[in-house]
């Protein structure tokens, strides 16, 4: 099947993960595409071909003759998309040679060049955008294409060496669970990496260390005619924590190394409200010094209204791979000398945001990041590049090769 082919197919499964669900996969639709890739990865002629009571579809591709003592290196993606909108129904749209103009999405909406000018690196690229009404899916759907379509070459030019390799596709990524269950030693590779990254050439080791904080406020509602000294407004004590932490410390102020405060969701009432956040920082004193602040606020409003009005809930997600792949710098190296095969500059900088990888390096399976070919991940104007796409396909066959050298 042809990568374009493959793509579309991929994204017409409706795989969106839930944060609220308790259980694993969070949501069964994801099974849907896992079992479908464990079907497709055994019609390639994949062995080994699993799918495990967690959902995670694993497979192997056998080592060349000659090869079998070569280290195992494994390729890993995600099925599920983001819960911030709807992967259901996606239309996709496809724009042959883009001209570098303006994008209509539909009727009403429109990608301008001026809002989002990286567009014009993509002159002469096909690009498949959405509909304007829903995510498109190339987090990560993208990378499960491109790795099946690498396979797919590998196991029909036989006469290109390499290593025996591992093929993964994990469910609820977007919900920080991707590998809470994934088994390692079963999976079995000596290093991998997640196919899970953006723009061309994108190789990443480094990615925030995560926390997740859930204040809970319960107010006093009492008639707002006679609540002098008498009221406690949740939704205003919710507002006035919020105003404590540093606006320009906001993702929307925020680049390169630089952490923040986000606020991702709130709801309430006079009497009882919520507010959650998500802290980053790849620097791992001032992530610390981020929660110690996040407690200090707390504690202040505490003081203000009593112990019992706030309760925080603040748990860490994930942390800084960087000092778990460095030790093994030909890992590293074999993805700037792939890329290089591959005409692909290398553009190594740190992931503002976390991958599977990041927590699979913790848990002894050192995986850095590389590009997909995605853009505007989660919203309505995603888009890829295919043109980068077929470069990420061709990275991966050069990586099999220089790990069998």
């Known amino acids: 099947m042809e990568l374009k082919d493959r793509f579309l197919k991929y994204v017409s499964f409706d795989t969106q993960s839930d944060e609220n669900s308790t259980t694993f996969p969070s949501t069964d639709k994801q099974l849907v595409l896992l079992n479908y890739l464990a079907d497709e990865m055994r019609s390639l002629g994949m062995v080994d071909v699993t799918v495990d009571k967690y959902g995670y579809a694993m497979g192997t591709i056998p080592a060349t003759k000659g090869f079998e003592n070569a280290p195992v290196i494994g390729f890993i993606s995600h099925v599920d998309t983001s819960p911030d909108m709807s992967g259901k129904d996606v239309k996709p749209h496809v724009i042959d040679e883009y001209d570098g103009s303006d994008i209509q999405l539909n009727g009403s909406l429109t990608m301008k060049v001026a809002e989002f000018p990286e567009l014009k690196r993509f002159v002469g690229h096909t690009l498949i955008h959405t509909d304007g009404s829903t995510l498109l899916g190339a ?86 005619g006679y609540a002098k000294d008498k009221m406690i407004n949740a939704i205003q004590v919710a507002c006035e924590l919020n105003s404590l932490l540093p606006a320009v410390q906001r993702p929307e102020h925020t680049e390169g190394y630089e952490g923040f405060y986000h606020c991702v969701g709130f709801n309430g009432t006079v009497e009882n409200a919520k507010i959650s956040y998500i802290i980053r920082d790849h620097d791992s004193e001032k992530f610390e010094q981020k929660k110690v602040y996040m407690w200090s606020c707390v504690d202040l409003l505490q003081k203000r209204y009593g112990a019992e009005v ?10 800084n791979m960087r000092k778990m792949v460095e030790p093994h710098p030909q890992v590293i190296d074999k993805a700037m000398e792939a890329m290089r095969l591959s005409d692909v500059k ?54 099999a090769q220089l790990w069998a050298k």
């Open 139 to 224: 987090d990560d759907k993208a990378g499960c294409a491109e790795i099946m379509t690498a396979a797919e070459y590998l196991l029909s030019h036989p006469e290109i060496e390499h290593g025996k390799i591992r093929i993964g596709f994990t469910p609820d990524e977007e919900i920080g669970r991707g590998v809470d269950y994934f088994d390692v030693q079963a999976f079995g590779a000596d290093f991998a990496y997640t196919m899970d990254g953006g723009y061309e050439g994108e190789l990443e080791y480094e990615n925030f260390n995560a926390a997740a904080a859930t204040i809970e406020i319960q107010g006093r509602n009492v008639h707002p």
């Open 310 to 319: 706030l309760k925080l809930t603040l748990k860490d997600q994930y942390f």
């Open 346 to 399: 290398p553009i190594v900088r740190p992931i503002r945001g976390g991958t599977d990888g990041a927590r699979l390096s913790f848990m002894g399976l050192p995986c850095p990041n590389i590009f997909t070919g995605g853009m505007n991940f989660h919203g309505k104007f995603e888009y890829c590049s295919l043109n980068t796409m077929q470069k990420a396909v061709r990275v991966i066959v050069n990586l």
